[in-house]
């Protein structure tokens, strides 16, 4: 492995570790529990006659160091069919037709086949004894053989040998070797895991600009376009119904998009990782804790800063209230929220078998979280057997908050038309007066009445925060006991 120890796993076709060199980092990582017995399933599938020697020859430096390498392998040319000690050869139904050594170019293991009665010679010097072994046995392509080799073993002196050699160990052991028990689960403590698997996560999150870089561009592509597009559309005031119901729908526009952006660009990345996770929960390198504690924490980063750069373009452009108590308060709303659906795809992703369920089932939420959200149907208005589809819901908590606090104002409804400033306080959007079929009512008092809102900000940001409390439980749960292998 020295020569490519700097190169990046990655992907074949995008300038990563070829397949044979990924073979012998995956050898490599199973060396650095130091193991005495190695199990290797076919790991010449898939590469050339070169690489595939490559590969046999780092196995067999391994062996020779004592350790002890049992492998499966698929139709093997001579040398790496020789680079092999001993071979157990089974046919179908699992009987052993042979079980012992190959001997010296193959010697040992050609004598035993051409010695049993109605076997034929090996046809040259140069042909592969891998291949004559398959063909007498039956195994090959081109022929079935009528000699029962299962039996011919059985029968032979070295199925004894082999026998007495087993019961000879087994008997040594009895009295000297104990049930093989570990005093913990995992060998590392629980804040090595943490501190190994914090490195890995950030460092995976950097090196993946697919993922990261990607959304930085569209969040900013987002909040330019929609900033244009209804640049200063709030500045002068709230004074017409349009304008509130133009404010209430940019905002609506921004967490329903940048959510479900931020949640299709979360699952393939976690379907990426989700195989090794498997791989190395099963070997008990580490617990689901501190993964996804690693995870979490990686993420965030990444899931402020480009928050806050959307937030910034997009707050002053459309010409929101220029306060900077309210500004970040804003902000953290929508990162609450964009922070939702962030886990949200990656438990997902978790869950779910694969890439395209998680994806749609990604659409159909989304769907439910705008149509019960308030904006499209008043909430008022949604039919009684679906109204507790707005409390399970959590764009309805972002969407109230994120208007509350651009529109509310401290004044009562006054049919009266009795509004003054010291009551209302100055250069408070909400407080403006719109007409509505001859009467003036502050444009607070239209968005509670058109919409539903309330001035429940701080119950709206725990609700968020009880979502995303939740969905990364339910995610912890599925790294626990969640897997999608198929072998």
């Not at 460092?203 to 930085?216: C, D, E, I, K």
């Not at 993964?291 to 899931?303: M, R």
């Amino acid at each position: 492995l020295e020569p490519i120890r700097h190169f990046e796993i990655g992907f074949k076709n995008s300038g990563g570790l070829s397949t044979e060199q990924v073979k012998r980092v995956t050898i490599g990582v199973e060396l650095a529990a130091n193991p005495s017995v190695i199990f290797l399933d076919e790991p010449t599938s898939g590469l050339d006659s070169k690489a595939a020697l490559t590969v046999m020859r780092g196995i067999k430096r391994v062996a020779t160091s004592g350790r002890t390498i049992i492998c499966t392998i698929h139709q093997p040319n001579r040398s790496i069919f020789e680079s092999f000690d001993r071979l157990l050869l089974l046919r179908r139904g699992g009987r052993v037709v042979y079980f012992g050594k190959i001997g010296t170019g193959s010697k040992t293991l050609l004598s035993y086949f051409e010695g049993v009665p109605g076997t034929k010679s090996i046809p040259n010097a140069r042909y592969n004894p891998a291949t004559y072994m398959l063909e007498v046995t039956g195994a090959g392509t081109n022929s079935a053989s009528l000699v029962d080799y299962a039996n011919e073993y059985v029968n032979h002196p070295i199925y004894q040998q082999n026998v007495e050699a087993m019961e000879k160990m087994i008997e040594n052991d009895r009295g000297s070797a104990r049930p093989v028990q570990f005093d913990k689960e995992f060998a590392a403590s629980y804040w090595m895991q943490q501190q190994q698997l914090l490195k890995k996560c950030l460092r995976t999150y950097w090196r993946s600009p697919n993922y990261n870089l990607v959304r930085y561009l569209v969040l900013g592509f987002m909040a330019f376009l929609w900033g244009l597009a209804f640049f200063q559309a709030v500045s002068e005031g709230l004074n017409e119904t349009t304008t509130v119901q133009s404010l209430v729908g940019v905002i609506f526009m921004a967490i329903i998009f940048i959510g479900i952006i931020n949640m299709n660009t979360t699952i393939p990345q976690v379907m990426f990782e989700r195989a090794p996770y498997y791989r190395e929960r099963a070997s008990k390198m580490y617990s689901a804790a501190p993964y996804g504690i690693a995870v979490t924490i990686a993420e965030l980063p990444y899931l402020i800063t480009s928050t806050f750069m959307f937030v910034i373009i997009y707050y002053f452009l459309i010409g929101l209230i220029p306060d900077a108590s309210k500004m970040f308060l804003f902000w953290w709303i929508f990162f609450l929220y964009i922070t939702f659906c962030t886990f949200f795809g990656q438990m997902l992703a978790v869950l779910l078998p694969n890439q395209q369920v998680a994806i749609i089932l990604a659409g159909l939420s989304t769907t439910m979280f705008s149509l019960f959200c308030g904006f499209i149907i008043a909430v008022e208005d949604i039919p009684s057997f679906w109204q507790f589809m707005t409390y399970i819901v959590p764009t309805r908590y972002a969407l109230n908050a994120l208007v509350a606090i651009q529109v509310y104002c401290p004044c009562e409804f006054a049919p009266s038309n009795n509004i003054t400033d010291e009551w209302c306080g100055k250069n408070l959007p909400g407080c403006d007066l719109i007409d509505v079929d001859g009467v003036k009512i502050t444009a607070w008092a239209y968005a509670q009445e058109v919409f539903g809102f309330t001035n429940d900000v701080y119950v709206d940001m725990g609700a968020l925060i009880a979502f995303i409390v939740g969905i990364r439980t339910i995610t912890g749960f599925g790294w626990t006991y969640v897997s999608h292998l198929k072998r």
